[in-house]
T-cell receptor, first 114, second 116 residues
């Protein structure tokens, strides 16, 4: 069975500081990995995804994530936080073959302090 | 206009009432989903449909039913609402022939339901 663990349900960073949101997954087959972002009163939108190939994935708004198979991790980073990055971030996993069931983490709320 | 539209966006109802949440999409995707979001629990799958004749239960389907009226429309019903069904509900779509072959989902803006 697949699962996703997001460490830290709330993360606070200062404006201009590094953003690091942690995600570890469990999957018995090669995973597809996603980060979604949810701004207040909005639905989720895709930030970035890893399917195959390059393990460092770049997404929208300056975010990137690195797939590390040995650590079963897919942490999300951004070098310099902006106020507009304040949102909730969800890590998700699916896998190839058959129905691509998507399992979500519990989410991490990012607060950016001026 | 949004590609995945949910109505209503907000609804307050009383225990025991029947509620329907509607979802329509213009993305042309065959696969549609209903998720529920609760604080601290992330998103959990209620029902999913791969086409008009294919409907499947997700992990938390008890107390819910769905109807796939057309490729573009997928409705979620609460036959007799109870307070612990208070949550934010999301409709989503995917296309297995495109980016959705990986499970990538496209979400509506959500329907916030409060059951008193």
């Amino acid at each position: 069975a697949q699962s996703v663990t997001q460490l830290g349900s709330h993360v606070s960073v200062s404006e201009g500081a590094l953003v690091l949101l942690r995600c570890n997954y469990s999957s018995s087959v090669p995973p597809y990995l996603f980060w979604y972002v949810q701004y207040p009163n909005q639905g989720l939108q895709l930030l970035l995804k890893y399917t195959t190939g390059a393990t460092l994935v770049k997404g929208i708004n300056g975010f990137e994530a690195e797939f590390k198979k040995s650590e079963t991790s897919f942490h999300l980073t951004k070098p310099s936080a902006h106020m507009s990055d304040a949102a909730e971030y969800f890590c998700a996993v699916s896998y190839s073959g058959g129905y691509q069931k998507v399992t979500f983490g519990i989410g991490t709320k990012l607060q950016v302090i001026p | 206009d949004a590609d995945v539209t949910q109505t209503p966006r907000n609804r307050i109802t009383k225990t025991g009432k029947r509620i329907m949440l509607e979802c329509s999409q213009t993305k042309g995707h065959d696969r549609m989903y209903w998720y529920r979001q609760d604080p601290g629990l992330g998103l959990r799958l209620i029902y999913y449909s791969f086409d008009v004749k294919d409907i499947n239960k997700g992990e938390i389907s008890d107390g819910y039913s769905v109807s796939r009226q057309a490729q573009a429309k997928f409705s979620l019903s609460l036959e007799s609402a109870i307070p612990n069904q208070t949550a934010l509900y999301f409709c989503a779509t995917s296309d297995p022939l495109a980016g959705g072959s990986t499970g990538e989902l496209f979400f509506g803006e959500g329907s916030r339901l409060t059951v008193l």
